[in-house]
């Protein structure tokens, strides 16, 4: 045994649930004064939705790409209805300029959830806003700030993000 001291692991070190972590976090900026109870319950309806689509273990030891998080943003909407009514839709940014395009999304009222990849692999986050330095998010890990010049969106950016887009808004 080294001389360093043990450290315990927490819950979210091992788990890839992501995708998941990201809708809840979409919510909770669009509805911060959301209550613990109802966080929990969306929470367990989450995994209901994934279990009854025998997607739960998956995600969990895997993670989720687009197809999880659409069953997710779908079993959010119908969730909270009507008390947080909520729709979703998925978008492209487009090829040319796509921070231009993530930045004016940004600044509606809307949660962007995105998936990028890094040296550790993919990961799902919520972006807060775009800054003229930053990309700042809402992010499960508490990563971020990103600086801007680290992501893109092709080639080997340290932070490579899809450039699919998920879009959750009150309605």
């Known amino acids: 045994m080294s001389g360093e001291p043990l450290e315990p692991r927490f819950q979210g070190d ?3 649930l992501c995708s998941l972590y990201a809708v809840l976090n979409g919510v909770l900026r669009l509805a911060p004064d959301l209550d613990q109870p109802a ?3 969306l929470f367990r309806a989450l995994c209901r939705a994934l279990d009854r689509d025998d997607r739960l273990l998956t995600t969990l030891i895997d993670g989720g790409g687009g197809p999880t998080v659409e069953l997710l943003l779908t079993a959010c909407v119908k969730t909270l209805s009507p008390a947080l009514p909520l729709s979703w839709d998925r978008l ?3 090829p040319t300029n796509p921070f231009t395009t993530l930045r004016r999304l ?3 009222e809307a949660s962007l959830l995105m998936t990028y990849r890094h040296a550790e692999g993919g990961h799902w986050t919520v972006i807060d806003r ?3 330095k930053y ?3 809402f992010d499960s890990m508490g990563f971020g ?3 801007l010049a680290d992501c893109g969106f092709s080639g ?3 932070y490579r993000f899809s450039r699919r887009v998920y879009r959750l808004r009150r309605v």
Request: net charge neutral; glycine share 4%.
């Open 156 to 158: 080997t950016p340290p």
């Open 106 to 108: 940004a600044r509606a």
């Open 92 to 94: 492209m940014l487009p």
């Open 130 to 132: 775009v800054g003229s």
């Open 14 to 16: 091992e788990d890839y």
């Open 145 to 147: 700030p990103l600086p």
């Open 135 to 137: 990309l700042h998010l």
């Open 39 to 41: 966080i929990i319950r």
